[in-house]
C-alpha cells in the first residue's frame, strides 16, 4: 500500500505539522511502503525539508496546488492522506486547497482538525466541497461526525472518527530528572503546554492559581511554550507580557513561571510526562481536537478542563475534571481537590491511562490504513461486478 501526506510538515513549528509526522511514522512503523510527503509552506524554500517531501505547495500560489495534484496521479499511490486546518492553505478561507482535490484522480482522505459548528459561509462551503471531492473524512471527535451533517450537509455514512494518536511515554527516568530541573520537589505541578495565544485561556488559570494557593501554597503552574507565529507577527509578545504583569499583580511569582521556548516532540512528552495536572482552560466551546490534551490523556495525567467539545468526550468517562468557561472558583477547586489528595490524582491518573490505551499511534495508525484498505477493497469490488454486467448488446 503506497499512501502519501500533504500537511504542514517539520521543521514548521505547527500542531498539523507534528500530527502528519506522527502519523507518518505510525503508518511506517506498519510498514506501509513510501509515504511520500507534499508539504505545504508559507514561500518558497522556506524550510530545509527532508527527502521524505516529494514537492513544496506555496500557499498562495494556486498552480502549486494543480502541480501537486499531477505528481501525485503520476506517483500512483493508493491514496492520499490531506490535513485540513484553517489559515494553511491559500485564497479565502483556504480555497486554494480545492485546486489540489479537483486535480486529483486518486483517493483522497482528508482529515478535519477542526469543524467549527457555526462557521463563516466561506468556510462552510470550502470544507463542504473539500468533502466533497473526499472519499471519507476523519474527524477526532463523534460530535464533529454530527456537525459534518448537520453543519455541512456530509453524509454521516462518509464520515470517520478516529483519536488523536499519542505517542509513547518517555523514560521513567528522564521524567524524574526533568521534575528536578523544573523545580518541582516537594510542589504539585500543573502545567499548560503549547504555542501562546489568546485562545488558550491561560487568564482563567491564573484567576484560578490565585484562589487555589491559600489551600495549596506547594502549587507551582508551568506555561509552556513559544508564542505562536502568527500571534508574534501580528502584535509581538503583547500577549505574554500582557499575562506576565497580571501574574504579578495577583503575587502568584511563587506560584507561576513562564518558559517561552518552542518544545520539539520528545520534550512535549517529557514535560507533560512531569506534570502532576494537565490544565486546558482554552475560552471556546467549538474546539475538536486538541493535540495536547490527547497527549496528557494519553500519559495518564490527571486533567482539568473546560468543556469544549474535545474535551468533553475525552474526559467523559472520568479520565478528568470538567469546569465551566469563564468559572475560576471552580477550576481553583478542582485544582485543590486533586492538589491536596494524591489517592484521587491516582484514580484519575489511573482512568486516563485506560482511555489513552486505545489512542497510541501504532493502533491510530492501523486504523487509517484499514480505512485506505476498505476503500480499495470496495471500489475492486466495484469493477469486478461491472465486469460481471453482461453487454445489452450481446442479448
Same mark, same amino acid.
Given at each position: 500500500?503506497?499512501?502519501?501526506?500533504?500537511?504542514?510538515?517539520?521543521?514548521?513549528? /505547527?500542531?498539523?505539522?507534528?500530527?502528519?509526522?506522527?502519523?507518518?511514522?505510525?503508518?511506517?512503523?506498519?510498514?506501509? %511502503?513510501?509515504?511520500?510527503?507534499?508539504?505545504?509552506?508559507? &514561500?518558497?524554500?522556506? !524550510?530545509?525539508?527532508?527527502?521524505?517531501?516529494?514537492?513544496?505547495?506555496? #500557499?498562495?500560489?494556486?498552480?502549486?496546488?494543480?502541480?501537486?495534484?499531477?505528481?501525485?496521479n503520476q506517483a500512483a499511490v493508493d491514496a492520499v492522506l490531506l #490535513?485540513?486546518? @484553517?489559515?494553511?492553505?491559500?485564497?479565502?478561507?483556504?480555497?486554494?486547497?480545492?485546486?489540489?482535490?479537483?486535480?486529483?484522480?486518486?483517493?483522497?482522505?482528508?482529515?478535519?482538525?477542526?469543524?467549527?459548528?457555526?462557521?463563516?459561509?466561506? #468556510?462552510?462551503?470550502?470544507?463542504?466541497?473539500?468533502? $466533497? &471531492?473526499?472519499?471519507?473524512?476523519?474527524?477526532?471527535?463523534?460530535?464533529?461526525?454530527?456537525?459534518?451533517?448537520?453543519? @455541512?450537509?456530509?453524509?454521516?455514512?462518509?464520515?470517520?472518527?478516529?483519536?488523536?494518536?499519542?505517542?509513547?511515554?518517555?523514560?521513567?527516568?528522564?521524567?524524574?530528572?526533568?521534575?528536578?530541573?523544573?523545580?518541582?520537589?516537594?510542589?504539585?505541578?500543573?502545567?499548560?503546554? *503549547?504555542? +501562546?495565544?489568546?485562545?488558550?485561556? =491561560?487568564?482563567?488559570?491564573?484567576?484560578?492559581?490565585?484562589?487555589?494557593?491559600?489551600? /495549596?501554597?506547594?502549587?507551582? $503552574? +508551568?506555561? =509552556?511554550g513559544a508564542t505562536h507565529p502568527g500571534e508574534l507577527a501580528y502584535?509581538?509578545?503583547?500577549?505574554?507580557?500582557?499575562?506576565?504583569?497580571?501574574?504579578?499583580?495577583? %503575587?502568584?511569582?511563587?506560584?507561576?513561571? !513562564?518558559?517561552?521556548?518552542?518544545?520539539?516532540?520528545?520534550?512535549? +512528552?517529557?514535560?507533560?510526562?512531569?506534570?502532576?495536572? @494537565?490544565?486546558?482552560?482554552?475560552?471556546?466551546?467549538?474546539?475538536?481536537?486538541? *493535540?495536547?490534551?490527547? !497527549?496528557?490523556? %494519553?500519559?495518564?495525567?490527571?486533567? =482539568?478542563?473546560?468543556? @469544549?467539545?474535545?474535551?468533553?468526550? +475525552?474526559?467523559?468517562?472520568?479520565?478528568?475534571?470538567?469546569?465551566?468557561?469563564?468559572?475560576?472558583?471552580?477550576?481553583?477547586?478542582?485544582?485543590?481537590?486533586?492538589?491536596?489528595?494524591?489517592?484521587?490524582?491516582?484514580?484519575?491518573?489511573?482512568?486516563?491511562?485506560?482511555? *489513552?490505551?486505545?489512542?497510541?499511534?501504532?493502533?491510530?495508525?492501523? #486504523?487509517?490504513?484499514?480505512?485506505?484498505?476498505?476503500?480499495?477493497?470496495?471500489?475492486?469490488?466495484?469493477?469486478?461486478?461491472?465486469?460481471?454486467?453482461?453487454?445489452?448488446?450481446? &442479448?
Open positions: 500500500m503506497k499512501l502519501a501526506i500533504v500537511s504542514t510538515w517539520p521543521p514548521r513549528r /505547527c500542531g498539523l505539522a507534528s500530527f502528519a509526522a506522527w502519523l507518518r511514522a505510525g503508518l511506517s512503523d506498519a510498514r506501509h %511502503g513510501p509515504l511520500p510527503v507534499v508539504a505545504v509552506s508559507k &514561500r518558497p524554500g522556506e !524550510f530545509p525539508y527532508g527527502p521524505e517531501v516529494i514537492f513544496e505547495i506555496v #500557499q498562495e500560489d494556486p498552480e502549486s496546488y494543480r502541480e501537486a495534484a499531477r505528481l501525485l #490535513q485540513h486546518e @484553517y489559515g494553511i492553505y491559500g485564497g479565502q478561507d483556504g480555497r486554494m486547497v480545492l485546486e489540489l482535490a479537483s486535480e486529483l484522480e486518486v483517493p483522497l482522505i482528508t482529515t478535519a482538525h477542526t469543524v467549527r459548528s457555526e462557521p463563516t459561509p466561506g #468556510q462552510r462551503e470550502v470544507l463542504s466541497r473539500l468533502a $466533497y &471531492r473526499s472519499e471519507r473524512v476523519v474527524v477526532m471527535a463523534r460530535r464533529a461526525v454530527t456537525l459534518m451533517e448537520s453543519v @455541512y450537509g456530509v453524509p454521516a455514512s462518509k464520515t470517520v472518527p478516529i483519536p488523536h494518536g499519542v505517542p509513547a511515554p518517555p523514560p521513567a527516568r528522564r521524567v524524574r530528572e526533568l521534575r528536578r530541573t523544573l523545580g518541582a520537589r516537594g510542589r504539585v505541578l500543573l502545567m499548560t503546554l *503549547g504555542l +501562546l495565544g489568546p485562545g488558550k485561556g =491561560i487568564e482563567l488559570a491564573l484567576e484560578a492559581v490565585a484562589l487555589a494557593r491559600k489551600k /495549596c501554597p506547594e502549587i507551582l $503552574y +508551568l506555561v =509552556i502584535r509581538g509578545e503583547a500577549y505574554r507580557e500582557a499575562l506576565v504583569r497580571r501574574t504579578e499583580a495577583l %503575587g502568584l511569582e511563587e506560584h507561576v513561571r !513562564f518558559i517561552n521556548r518552542y518544545l520539539d516532540e520528545d520534550e512535549v +512528552l517529557a514535560h507533560m510526562a512531569a506534570a502532576d495536572i @494537565y490544565i486546558t482552560p482554552y475560552p471556546g466551546r467549538e474546539q475538536i481536537s486538541s *493535540g495536547t490534551l490527547a !497527549f496528557a490523556v %494519553g500519559l495518564g495525567r490527571p486533567v =482539568i478542563s473546560t468543556p @469544549y467539545a474535545y474535551a468533553e468526550e +475525552l474526559l467523559s468517562r472520568g479520565a478528568g475534571v470538567l469546569v465551566p468557561f469563564g468559572d475560576a472558583e471552580a477550576m481553583a477547586r478542582a485544582i485543590e481537590e486533586l492538589a491536596t489528595d494524591p489517592s484521587l490524582r491516582e484514580a484519575v491518573s489511573e482512568r486516563a491511562a485506560r482511555v *489513552g490505551a486505545t489512542m497510541g499511534w501504532p493502533r491510530v495508525a492501523r #486504523q487509517y490504513a484499514a480505512l485506505v484498505a476498505g476503500l480499495q477493497e470496495t471500489r475492486t469490488a466495484h469493477v469486478e461486478v461491472k465486469a460481471d454486467v453482461p453487454s445489452l448488446r450481446s &442479448r
